[in-house]
């Protein structure tokens, strides 16, 4: 974003807020962490409706975080259906070879498609209670401090109810792994590292730098040794590929959408330029690392998970910005813990634990005239909008294509599926158990990143009609602003319509939340394509 447009976004966030909103932003670094602690207990009440069970309805705790969540059911769906390593009729392009999702870990996938709620908030409080570990040095007083910082902090509070995902199963055993190797205690370190690669690859694929800066700093290659037994257990994702031929256009996929490479890549990433949620994480980062400097000399393990988050970010995308946060965090406060109790050392923590909670989706300006104030996220019962959904595509019979109309994004990744990424997820699953195939989805737009490949980009009826005729498809989805009525083109080229999905009548189910970048809520229709063009 331009210079510009931050000063646009200051301004529209400053009138929403008001003044008492500015002082509170004045004093966030006090009022996040009050804020955040009432907030935890009147959520931990909430959620004691998930005893009663029924976990697959509850899938979060934020609508955004719910609906983008469903590209992970989606692939623990077809997995169960076609295999790990089958081909998959339903994703992609269709044929898509399952075992191309190499980095996925069957017991997280399982656990967050059937649990997603209690997966983020059990792993959430695991992760912050593991670091109690440190308790067994002696000097409880500075751990349990250590660990309440933590656990009123913004970012656990977000890693629970707004922000993380499957891979918190891995990153809950962060806390371990680095306590075991900053105390030599390879054993528990090396266990660690297993049990974290048997729920999140990301966690075991950042482990390795910021191990091998350990043993640079150390003199030892035992750091580095510990993490044989979970690369052990990562190459037996990669194996079954290499023996297809499947390795390399699975890996240039990756490497593609990742930003490793932009030979002939067709969409490429802007998100990667400085923005302000990356400048303002980055700087209070740089602060923490500063304060514990001061404090001590160079904290080689922090400046390096700083490092990990400005390449995150800027440079080389290899992990989702909510793991980044947690494996600074980890790495931060076992810096700490492993060290004589420090008020500044304490201090940097806070900072570093506390960022403003708008930045986390904790809350918002507009509805709640706030930048600080930290909401209370009770679970999110999405089965009334998947069941809306499902009366939705009730028509299109298993094993028919269908045809999600958006504009061509001119080669930039963000603007994919017109800026309704969030709302696709929960269509795509929805589709997927009927046995449709709804497309295109993020698969297929890997499958298509290269110069010269095959379009399925356009929302005019011609565009449309010609590419639901390329593609063999039986339906098409078009869309416009909520409260429009379909335009009669649609009609006289012979399209039917079967069914309509207008999101502005759902929005009180998304708690008021908008989920779409247009002014507009978007109106989805169903059509079924004329039978000569199918």
């Avoid at 009729?89 to 075992?99: C, D, K, N, T």
């Avoid at 017991?107 to 992760?127: E, I, Q, R």
């Avoid at 930048?371 to 299109?396: C, K, M, N, T």
Wanted: with cysteine.
């Amino acid at each position: 974003m331009h210079e510009h447009g931050v000063i646009t976004v200051a301004r529209r966030i400053g009138s929403a807020v008001g003044p008492l909103g500015w002082i509170e932003a004045l004093l966030y670094l006090a009022l996040t962490p009050l804020f955040t602690a009432v907030a935890w207990v009147r959520s931990l009440w909430a959620a004691r409706g998930l005893l009663a069970g029924r976990w697959s309805h509850f899938q979060g705790f934020h609508p955004l975080n719910v609906m983008t969540s469903f590209f992970y059911r989606t692939q623990w769906l077809n997995i169960e259906r076609f295999g790990r390593h089958g081909v998959s009729p339903l994703v992609g392009l269709g044929e898509h070879p399952l075992s191309r999702w190499f980095h996925l870990t069957l017991l997280s996938s399982c656990l967050y498609a059937n649990a997603g709620a209690v997966t983020t908030l059990l792993g959430t409080l695991a992760w912050v209670a593991l670091h109690l570990v440190w308790l067994d040095g002696g000097a409880a007083g500075w751990t349990l401090a250590t660990v309440a910082v933590l656990w009123a902090s913004s970012t656990a509070y977000a890693m629970a109810f707004t922000r993380q995902n499957y891979n918190i199963l891995g990153w809950m055993w962060l806390p371990l792994a680095m306590h075991g190797a900053l105390t030599e205690q390879w054993t528990l370190a090396s266990l660690a590292w297993l049990a974290a690669s048997l729920s999140s690859i990301t966690v075991i694929f950042t482990a390795v730098p910021l191990m091998a800066v350990l043993a640079w700093h150390t003199g030892s290659a035992l750091p580095l040794l510990v993490l044989l037994p979970a690369l052990v257990k990562v190459a037996a994702h990669v194996l079954p590929l290499m023996g297809g031929g499947g390795l390399r256009p699975a890996l240039l996929n990756v490497a593609k959408m990742i930003g490793m490479t932009s030979a002939s890549v067709r969409y490429k990433r802007q998100s990667m330029r400085p923005r302000p949620f990356t400048v303002y994480f980055i700087v209070i980062y740089a602060v923490g690392c500063a304060l514990l400097w001061a404090d001590r000399g160079p904290p080689a393990l922090p400046l390096a998970a700083l490092a990990l988050v400005a390449i995150n970010q800027v440079l080389l995308r290899f992990a989702d910005e909510q793991s980044v946060i947690v494996m600074f965090i980890s790495v931060f406060a076992a810096e700490l813990l492993a060290s004589a109790p420090s008020a500044l050392a304490l201090a940097g923590f806070w900072v570093v634990a506390n960022p403003l909670p708008v930045f986390l989706g904790l809350c918002s300006p507009q509805r709640d005239r706030s930048i600080v104030r930290v909401q209370v996220r009770p679970p999110y019962d999405h089965s009334r909008l998947q069941a809306g959904l499902e009366r939705f595509l009730r028509d299109v019979p298993a094993g028919q294509r269908v045809l999600f109309a958006f504009g061509d994004p001119g080669g930039v990744y963000e603007n994919v599926f017109d800026g309704y990424r969030n709302l696709i997820e929960l269509p795509l699953f929805v589709a997927a158990t009927r046995g449709v195939h709804l497309f295109p989805d993020w698969y297929a737009v890997a499958e298509t990143n290269y110069q010269g490949a095959p379009e399925f980009w356009g929302r005019s009826v011609g565009q449309v009609r010609a590419l639901a005729a390329s593609w063999r498809a039986q339906h098409v989805i078009v869309y416009h602003d909520s409260g429009a009525e379909l335009d009669h083109d649609w009609s006289a080229a012979g399209f039917r319509l079967q069914a309509t999905f207008d999101w502005g009548e759902w929005l009180h189910e998304l708690d008021g939340i908008a989920l779409w970048r247009s002014s507009k809520p978007p109106c989805w229709r169903l059509l079924a394509v004329p039978d000569n063009q199918s």
